[in-house]
Protein backbone atom coordinates (compact mmCIF):
# COMPACT_ATOMS: atom_id res chain seq x y z
CA UNK A 1 0.00 0.00 0.00
CA UNK A 2 1.49 3.68 -0.71
CA UNK A 3 1.63 6.00 1.90
CA UNK A 4 -1.42 8.33 0.59
CA UNK A 5 -3.61 4.98 0.30
CA UNK A 6 -2.57 4.20 4.11
CA UNK A 7 -3.71 7.52 5.14
CA UNK A 8 -6.43 7.63 3.19
CA UNK A 9 -7.47 4.27 5.05
CA UNK A 10 -6.47 5.63 8.49
CA UNK A 11 -8.59 8.51 7.40
CA UNK A 12 -11.47 6.52 6.81
CA UNK A 13 -11.44 4.20 9.68
CA UNK A 14 -10.53 7.64 12.28
CA UNK A 15 -14.00 9.25 10.45
CA UNK A 16 -15.97 6.25 11.01
CA UNK A 17 -14.80 5.66 14.32
CA UNK A 18 -16.27 9.44 14.93
CA UNK A 19 -19.68 8.91 13.25
CA UNK A 20 -19.61 5.16 15.11
CA UNK A 21 -18.50 7.20 18.18
CA UNK A 22 -16.86 4.34 19.60
CA UNK A 23 -14.65 5.34 22.34
CA UNK A 24 -18.15 7.66 23.59
CA UNK A 25 -18.56 6.62 27.11
CA UNK A 26 -21.85 7.83 28.96
CA UNK A 27 -22.04 9.85 32.44
CA UNK A 28 -25.22 9.46 34.16
CA UNK A 29 -27.46 12.47 34.28
CA UNK A 30 -30.38 11.31 36.77
CA UNK A 31 -33.88 12.24 36.53
CA UNK A 32 -35.80 12.01 40.10
CA UNK A 33 -38.81 9.85 40.00
CA UNK A 34 -37.99 7.32 36.90
CA UNK A 35 -39.92 4.33 36.89
CA UNK A 36 -39.74 1.58 34.37
CA UNK A 37 -42.99 0.86 32.44
CA UNK A 38 -44.16 -2.74 33.23
CA UNK A 39 -44.29 -5.47 31.12
CA UNK A 40 -41.53 -4.00 28.50
CA UNK A 41 -38.37 -6.17 27.95
CA UNK A 42 -37.54 -6.24 24.21
CA UNK A 43 -37.86 -3.11 22.84
CA UNK A 44 -40.06 0.07 22.72
CA UNK A 45 -38.77 1.14 19.41
CA UNK A 46 -40.93 4.00 18.95
CA UNK A 47 -43.16 6.20 20.43
CA UNK A 48 -45.83 8.55 19.73
CA UNK A 49 -48.74 10.41 22.33
CA UNK A 50 -51.94 11.74 20.65
CA UNK A 51 -52.74 15.51 22.31
CA UNK A 52 -55.15 13.22 24.67
CA UNK A 53 -52.14 11.47 26.54
CA UNK A 54 -52.48 8.52 25.14
CA UNK A 55 -48.87 6.37 23.32
CA UNK A 56 -48.32 4.05 21.31
CA UNK A 57 -45.58 2.22 21.48
CA UNK A 58 -43.86 -0.38 19.45
CA UNK A 59 -42.36 -3.07 21.02
CA UNK A 60 -40.47 -6.24 20.09
CA UNK A 61 -38.60 -5.04 16.86
CA UNK A 62 -36.10 -7.96 15.70
CA UNK A 63 -33.20 -6.89 13.90
CA UNK A 64 -30.81 -9.47 11.85
CA UNK A 65 -27.09 -8.73 13.99
CA UNK A 66 -28.89 -6.81 16.96
CA UNK A 67 -29.97 -8.20 20.15
CA UNK A 68 -33.03 -9.38 21.38
CA UNK A 69 -34.41 -10.07 24.45
CA UNK A 70 -37.60 -12.59 23.06
CA UNK A 71 -36.98 -13.66 19.72
CA UNK A 72 -39.34 -15.96 19.54
CA UNK A 73 -42.57 -13.37 20.94
CA UNK A 74 -44.12 -11.55 18.74
CA UNK A 75 -44.26 -7.90 18.85
CA UNK A 76 -47.08 -5.46 19.81
CA UNK A 77 -48.50 -2.02 19.85
CA UNK A 78 -48.72 -1.27 23.18
CA UNK A 79 -51.02 1.34 24.27
CA UNK A 80 -50.38 3.55 27.76
CA UNK A 81 -52.73 6.10 28.61
CA UNK A 82 -50.58 9.04 30.31
CA UNK A 83 -53.51 10.65 32.41
CA UNK A 84 -54.54 8.08 34.53
CA UNK A 85 -51.30 8.01 35.91
CA UNK A 86 -50.88 4.09 36.07
CA UNK A 87 -48.24 3.43 33.77
CA UNK A 88 -49.67 -0.26 32.43
CA UNK A 89 -49.34 0.00 29.12
CA UNK A 90 -51.81 -3.38 27.36
CA UNK A 91 -51.16 -4.32 24.19
CA UNK A 92 -53.59 -3.30 21.43
CA UNK A 93 -55.35 -6.15 19.11
CA UNK A 94 -55.73 -6.41 14.92
CA UNK A 95 -58.39 -6.17 13.28
CA UNK A 96 -59.44 -10.22 11.41
CA UNK A 97 -56.56 -10.51 8.34
CA UNK A 98 -53.87 -9.24 9.67
CA UNK A 99 -51.14 -11.47 10.09
CA UNK A 100 -49.62 -10.42 13.42
CA UNK A 101 -47.34 -13.48 13.42
CA UNK A 102 -44.88 -11.72 11.01
CA UNK A 103 -45.76 -8.34 12.41
CA UNK A 104 -41.68 -6.46 13.16
CA UNK A 105 -42.96 -3.00 14.13
CA UNK A 106 -40.06 0.20 14.03
CA UNK A 107 -41.00 3.86 13.59
CA UNK A 108 -44.27 4.77 13.93
CA UNK A 109 -46.58 7.97 13.73
CA UNK A 110 -50.02 9.00 14.38
CA UNK A 111 -52.24 11.00 11.91
CA UNK A 112 -56.00 12.73 13.44
CA UNK A 113 -58.19 13.74 10.67
CA UNK A 114 -59.40 16.84 12.13
CA UNK A 115 -63.18 16.55 10.39
CA UNK A 116 -64.28 13.73 12.75
CA UNK A 117 -61.33 12.95 14.86
CA UNK A 118 -60.72 9.46 13.60
CA UNK A 119 -56.98 8.76 14.49
CA UNK A 120 -55.18 6.43 12.27
CA UNK A 121 -51.31 4.68 12.92
CA UNK A 122 -49.04 4.35 10.45
CA UNK A 123 -46.72 1.74 11.63
CA UNK A 124 -43.12 0.66 9.35
CA UNK A 125 -43.59 -3.37 9.62
CA UNK A 126 -40.30 -5.28 8.91
CA UNK A 127 -41.71 -9.38 8.14
CA UNK A 128 -38.35 -11.26 7.34
CA UNK A 129 -36.65 -7.55 6.53
CA UNK A 130 -39.28 -6.48 3.66
CA UNK A 131 -40.54 -2.95 4.29
CA UNK A 132 -44.60 -2.66 4.38
CA UNK A 133 -46.18 0.69 5.66
CA UNK A 134 -49.26 -0.81 7.20
CA UNK A 135 -52.07 1.79 7.78
CA UNK A 136 -54.51 1.07 11.16
CA UNK A 137 -57.30 3.06 12.12
CA UNK A 138 -57.74 3.06 16.14
CA UNK A 139 -60.43 2.37 17.88
CA UNK A 140 -60.06 3.47 21.23
CA UNK A 141 -63.23 1.39 23.13
CA UNK A 142 -62.61 -1.86 21.52
CA UNK A 143 -58.36 -1.35 22.38
CA UNK A 144 -58.57 -2.26 18.12
CA UNK A 145 -56.27 -1.78 15.25
CA UNK A 146 -58.17 -1.87 12.14
CA UNK A 147 -55.75 -2.97 9.41
CA UNK A 148 -57.09 -0.74 6.60
CA UNK A 149 -54.05 -0.66 3.70
CA UNK A 150 -50.34 -2.07 3.48
CA UNK A 151 -48.42 0.19 1.41
CA UNK A 152 -45.46 -1.01 -0.54
CA UNK A 153 -43.33 1.01 -3.00
CA UNK A 154 -39.70 0.31 -4.99
CA UNK A 155 -38.67 3.51 -3.32
CA UNK A 156 -39.56 2.62 -0.22
CA UNK A 157 -36.98 0.09 0.72
CA UNK A 158 -34.99 -0.08 4.09
CA UNK A 159 -37.74 2.46 6.13
CA UNK A 160 -36.81 3.60 8.61
CA UNK A 161 -39.02 5.88 10.46
CA UNK A 162 -42.55 7.98 9.07
CA UNK A 163 -44.53 10.72 9.73
CA UNK A 164 -48.00 10.83 8.66
CA UNK A 165 -49.28 13.72 7.01
CA UNK A 166 -52.37 12.93 5.76
CA UNK A 167 -54.96 9.82 5.85
CA UNK A 168 -52.88 7.61 3.62
CA UNK A 169 -50.21 10.03 3.12
CA UNK A 170 -46.35 10.24 4.53
CA UNK A 171 -42.87 11.47 4.59
CA UNK A 172 -40.66 8.32 4.84
CA UNK A 173 -36.60 7.85 6.47
CA UNK A 174 -35.13 5.39 3.92
CA UNK A 175 -31.65 4.29 6.07
CA UNK A 176 -29.98 2.11 4.04
CA UNK A 177 -29.19 2.53 0.62
CA UNK A 178 -28.00 -1.53 -0.32
CA UNK A 179 -30.05 -4.34 0.45
CA UNK A 180 -27.16 -6.14 0.87
CA UNK A 181 -25.45 -5.78 4.79
CA UNK A 182 -21.55 -5.83 3.42
CA UNK A 183 -22.49 -3.06 1.08
CA UNK A 184 -24.05 -0.80 3.31
CA UNK A 185 -21.31 -2.00 6.40
CA UNK A 186 -18.90 -0.09 3.69
CA UNK A 187 -21.19 3.01 2.64
CA UNK A 188 -20.85 3.95 6.46
CA UNK A 189 -17.34 3.06 6.39
CA UNK A 190 -16.71 5.45 2.71
CA UNK A 191 -18.99 8.10 4.66
CA UNK A 192 -21.41 7.80 1.44
CA UNK A 193 -24.56 9.72 1.52
CA UNK A 194 -27.10 7.99 -0.55
CA UNK A 195 -30.43 7.92 1.66
CA UNK A 196 -33.22 10.29 2.44
CA UNK A 197 -36.48 11.25 2.49
CA UNK A 198 -39.52 9.89 0.35
CA UNK A 199 -42.81 11.52 0.31
CA UNK A 200 -45.45 8.70 -0.51
CA UNK A 201 -49.21 9.49 -1.24
CA UNK A 202 -51.28 6.91 -3.68
CA UNK A 203 -50.33 8.57 -7.03
CA UNK A 204 -46.96 10.76 -6.19
CA UNK A 205 -44.35 8.46 -4.74
CA UNK A 206 -40.72 10.33 -4.88
CA UNK A 207 -37.42 10.67 -3.19
CA UNK A 208 -37.57 14.38 -1.49
CA UNK A 209 -34.44 14.60 0.14
CA UNK A 210 -31.14 13.16 -0.71
CA UNK A 211 -27.84 13.26 0.95
CA UNK A 212 -27.76 11.72 4.21
CA UNK A 213 -25.31 9.29 5.73
CA UNK A 214 -28.21 7.30 7.67
CA UNK A 215 -31.77 9.03 7.79
CA UNK A 216 -33.49 8.03 10.39
CA UNK A 217 -36.22 9.70 12.87
CA UNK A 218 -38.51 12.10 11.29
CA UNK A 219 -41.27 14.27 12.82
CA UNK A 220 -43.40 17.59 11.55
CA UNK A 221 -43.21 21.31 13.76
CA UNK A 222 -46.74 21.89 15.70
CA UNK A 223 -47.74 24.39 13.30
CA UNK A 224 -46.99 21.90 10.42
CA UNK A 225 -44.65 23.89 8.38
CA UNK A 226 -41.35 22.32 8.91
CA UNK A 227 -39.95 18.48 8.79
CA UNK A 228 -37.07 17.52 10.74
CA UNK A 229 -35.18 14.75 10.06
CA UNK A 230 -32.38 12.76 11.69
CA UNK A 231 -29.02 11.94 10.33
CA UNK A 232 -27.80 8.91 12.66
CA UNK A 233 -24.30 8.62 11.33
CA UNK A 234 -23.94 12.36 11.22
CA UNK A 235 -25.12 13.28 14.44
CA UNK A 236 -27.66 16.01 13.00
CA UNK A 237 -31.01 17.47 12.64
CA UNK A 238 -31.80 18.15 9.50
CA UNK A 239 -34.59 21.62 9.07
CA UNK A 240 -36.73 21.58 6.28
CA UNK A 241 -39.49 23.67 4.68
CA UNK A 242 -42.30 21.94 3.50
CA UNK A 243 -43.37 23.32 0.07
CA UNK A 244 -47.15 23.27 -1.17
CA UNK A 245 -46.17 20.37 -3.56
CA UNK A 246 -44.78 18.35 -0.66
CA UNK A 247 -40.96 18.65 -1.75
CA UNK A 248 -38.37 19.92 0.80
CA UNK A 249 -36.17 22.78 1.04
CA UNK A 250 -33.07 22.48 3.20
CA UNK A 251 -32.57 25.78 5.77
CA UNK A 252 -30.21 24.15 8.20
CA UNK A 253 -28.65 21.22 9.83
CA UNK A 254 -27.89 21.47 13.69
CA UNK A 255 -24.58 19.33 15.05
CA UNK A 256 -25.98 17.08 18.23
CA UNK A 257 -22.93 14.90 18.74
CA UNK A 258 -24.90 12.07 19.79
CA UNK A 259 -26.38 8.87 17.25
CA UNK A 260 -29.85 10.87 17.23
CA UNK A 261 -32.17 8.40 16.77
CA UNK A 262 -36.40 9.43 16.38
CA UNK A 263 -37.38 12.65 17.12
CA UNK A 264 -40.44 14.10 18.68
CA UNK A 265 -41.84 17.22 19.37
CA UNK A 266 -43.29 19.09 22.21
CA UNK A 267 -46.80 20.38 21.39
CA UNK A 268 -47.02 22.91 23.90
CA UNK A 269 -43.36 24.73 22.94
CA UNK A 270 -42.06 23.14 20.03
CA UNK A 271 -39.58 21.67 21.83
CA UNK A 272 -37.64 19.08 19.58
CA UNK A 273 -36.75 15.69 21.81
CA UNK A 274 -34.64 12.94 20.95
CA UNK A 275 -32.99 9.22 22.49
CA UNK A 276 -29.77 8.43 21.34
CA UNK A 277 -27.67 5.82 22.07
CA UNK A 278 -24.40 7.44 22.29
CA UNK A 279 -21.81 4.73 20.95
CA UNK A 280 -23.17 2.47 17.93
CA UNK A 281 -20.65 -0.15 18.13
CA UNK A 282 -21.94 -0.96 22.15
CA UNK A 283 -25.28 -1.45 20.42
CA UNK A 284 -24.44 -3.74 17.67
CA UNK A 285 -22.01 -5.87 19.39
CA UNK A 286 -24.20 -6.25 22.94
CA UNK A 287 -22.39 -7.53 25.64
CA UNK A 288 -24.13 -7.50 29.19
CA UNK A 289 -21.32 -6.37 31.06
CA UNK A 290 -20.36 -3.21 29.15
CA UNK A 291 -23.91 -2.54 27.67
CA UNK A 292 -24.79 0.68 25.36
CA UNK A 293 -26.03 3.55 27.07
CA UNK A 294 -29.13 6.02 26.80
CA UNK A 295 -29.09 10.08 26.27
CA UNK A 296 -32.41 12.23 26.08
CA UNK A 297 -31.56 15.38 24.29
CA UNK A 298 -33.64 18.47 24.43
CA UNK A 299 -33.20 21.41 21.43
CA UNK A 300 -34.88 24.50 22.32
CA UNK A 301 -35.44 27.09 19.41
CA UNK A 302 -34.08 25.54 16.76
CA UNK A 303 -35.67 27.95 13.83
CA UNK A 304 -33.00 30.65 15.90
CA UNK A 305 -29.24 31.13 15.15
CA UNK A 306 -28.35 29.95 18.62
CA UNK A 307 -30.78 26.55 19.50
CA UNK A 308 -30.52 25.48 22.50
CA UNK A 309 -29.40 21.70 23.37
CA UNK A 310 -29.62 19.78 26.47
CA UNK A 311 -28.77 16.49 27.78
CA UNK A 312 -32.17 16.11 29.59
CA UNK A 313 -30.97 12.56 30.66
CA UNK A 314 -28.09 9.62 30.41
CA UNK A 315 -27.29 6.13 31.91
CA UNK A 316 -24.59 4.27 31.27
CA UNK A 317 -26.77 1.22 30.94
CA UNK A 318 -27.37 0.12 34.23
CA UNK A 319 -31.07 1.32 33.75
CA UNK A 320 -32.27 1.33 30.65
CA UNK A 321 -29.75 0.53 27.50
CA UNK A 322 -29.41 2.05 23.39
CA UNK A 323 -32.85 4.68 23.83
CA UNK A 324 -33.90 4.89 20.50
CA UNK A 325 -36.97 7.71 21.11
CA UNK A 326 -38.02 10.59 23.57
CA UNK A 327 -41.05 11.66 23.75
CA UNK A 328 -43.19 14.51 26.25
CA UNK A 329 -46.95 15.07 27.22
CA UNK A 330 -47.75 17.24 30.04
CA UNK A 331 -44.61 17.30 31.93
CA UNK A 332 -43.36 13.31 31.82
CA UNK A 333 -41.24 12.50 29.46
CA UNK A 334 -40.79 8.65 28.19
CA UNK A 335 -37.60 6.81 27.02
CA UNK A 336 -38.12 3.92 24.38
CA UNK A 337 -34.93 1.53 23.51
CA UNK A 338 -34.43 -0.30 20.75
CA UNK A 339 -34.51 -3.47 22.25
CA UNK A 340 -35.09 -2.96 26.09
CA UNK A 341 -37.09 -1.63 28.36
CA UNK A 342 -38.81 1.92 28.58
CA UNK A 343 -38.83 4.42 30.83
CA UNK A 344 -41.66 7.14 32.37
CA UNK A 345 -39.84 10.13 34.06
CA UNK A 346 -41.64 13.28 35.75
CA UNK A 347 -40.58 16.74 34.43
CA UNK A 348 -40.59 19.53 36.08
C1 LIG B 1 -23.08 2.82 35.64
O1 LIG B 1 -23.47 3.70 36.65
C2 LIG B 1 -23.79 3.05 37.87
C3 LIG B 1 -24.40 4.09 38.79
O2 LIG B 1 -23.60 5.24 38.89
C4 LIG B 1 -22.53 2.40 38.42
O3 LIG B 1 -22.83 1.75 39.63
C5 LIG B 1 -22.02 1.41 37.40
O4 LIG B 1 -20.80 0.87 37.82
C6 LIG B 1 -21.82 2.05 36.04
N1 LIG B 1 -21.56 1.01 35.09
C7 LIG B 1 -20.63 1.11 34.15
C8 LIG B 1 -20.54 -0.05 33.19
O5 LIG B 1 -19.90 2.06 34.05
C1 LIG C 1 -40.76 9.07 20.58
C2 LIG C 1 -40.64 9.65 19.26
O1 LIG C 1 -39.71 10.36 19.00
N1 LIG C 1 -41.58 9.34 18.41
C3 LIG C 1 -41.67 9.92 17.10
C4 LIG C 1 -41.03 9.02 16.09
O2 LIG C 1 -41.31 9.48 14.81
C5 LIG C 1 -42.68 9.59 14.51
C6 LIG C 1 -42.77 10.02 13.12
O3 LIG C 1 -42.69 8.91 12.36
C7 LIG C 1 -43.31 10.61 15.41
O4 LIG C 1 -44.67 10.72 15.09
C8 LIG C 1 -43.11 10.17 16.81
O5 LIG C 1 -43.56 11.14 17.67
Redesign the pocket.
Known amino acids: MGALRVITFLGTILNFYHRALIFN?VE?IDLPGCQLLKGIEAGSEDIDVLPNGLAFISTGLKVAGMKSFAPDEPAKILLLDLEDGGLIPSPLSFSEGFDASSFNPHGLSTYIDETDGTVYLFVVNHPEGQTIVEIFRFVKGEKLLVHLKSVTHKLLTSVNDIVAVGPDSFYATIDLFFSSNFLNHMSILLGLRWTGVVYYSPGDVRQVVKGFHSANGITISTDKQYIYAADLTAHTINVFNKNEDWSLTPIKSVDVNTLVDNLSLDPVTGDIWLGGFPNLYKALLYNP???PGSEVIRIQNIHSDNPVITRVYA????VIQGSSCASVYKGQLLVGTIFHKALHCPLH
Open positions: ENEDPNNGS
